[in-house]
């Protein structure tokens, strides 16, 4: 198993470009997530997704978009990227939510700056 | 909402042991995780206790829960420089969501 992979693993965007972060996982989980992590913030939840075809808004959801069309993907979309979206993202999957010591794993993240 | 507060860095010497805090707010929280992340990586759990525990040991981890106090603490024994590293707290919610702590960078010295 490749487990959660994250592309691209670093990015440069001018202010009010587009472009989509990918995530993808081979382990069948139910369960993704987008985080952001800022120095001294920790990690916020942007969005996150149950299963396929359902979605909903984390603590930070605005300038983000997700869909999850299938199993394995779920891409991050910033439409008119701002300085403020300069970040490191990470994904994260698990199997189901809530179950006892479920798990979360992470991708190697994704580095974002917006000049 | 959930709160996770932590203390933002630690420095120990190899071997000795490191002790890092972390304090929750959600009295309802039903696991307590920690996470390690090493440098321009993603991160990784460590352990983590179920709210109805006090103490999980796991080889040279421990990790000790004080429900009243909302305080959460691991111990790590004997620390070797790959321990170096942010270590993350984080509560699982009523609403199964995981709220993360700010994170504390412990650099070991060799």
């Known amino acids: 198993n490749a487990g959660v992979t994250q592309t691209p693993k670093f990015q440069v965007l001018k202010t009010g470009q587009s472009m989509t972060l990918q995530c993808a996982q081979d382990m069948n989980h139910e369960y993704m997530s987008w985080y952001r992590q800022d120095p001294g913030m920790g990690l916020r939840l942007i969005h996150y997704s149950v299963g396929a075809g359902i979605t909903d808004q984390g603590e930070v959801p605005n300038g983000y978009n997700v869909s999850r069309s299938t199993t394995e993907d779920f891409p991050l979309r910033l439409l008119s990227a701002a300085p403020s979206q300069t970040s490191v993202y990470f994904c994260?999957?698990?199997?189901?939510?809530?179950?006892?010591?479920?798990?979360?794993?992470f991708g190697p993240g994704t580095r974002l700056t917006v000049l | 909402g959930e709160d996770v507060e932590q203390s933002l860095f630690l420095s120990v010497r190899e071997g000795d042991s490191s002790v890092i805090n972390c304090t929750y707010t959600d009295s309802s929280s039903t696991y307590l995780y920690w996470y390690k992340q090493e440098p321009g990586a993603g991160l990784q759990l460590l352990t983590y206790?179920?709210?109805?525990?006090d103490m999980k040991q796991d080889q040279r981890l421990t990790v000790l829960l004080n429900k009243k106090d909302k305080h959460l603490s691991l111990r790590i024994a004997d620390t070797q420089t790959g321990d170096s590293a942010i270590y993350f707290c984080?509560?699982?919610?009523?609403?199964?969501?995981?709220?993360f702590g700010k994170g504390n960078q412990v650099v070991v010295i060799p």
């Open positions: 994260a999957s698990s199997y189901r939510l809530g179950l006892a010591g479920d798990t979360q794993y």
């Open positions: 984080a509560e699982k919610g009523r609403n199964n969501r995981l709220a």
């Open positions: 206790i179920f709210s109805n525990m």
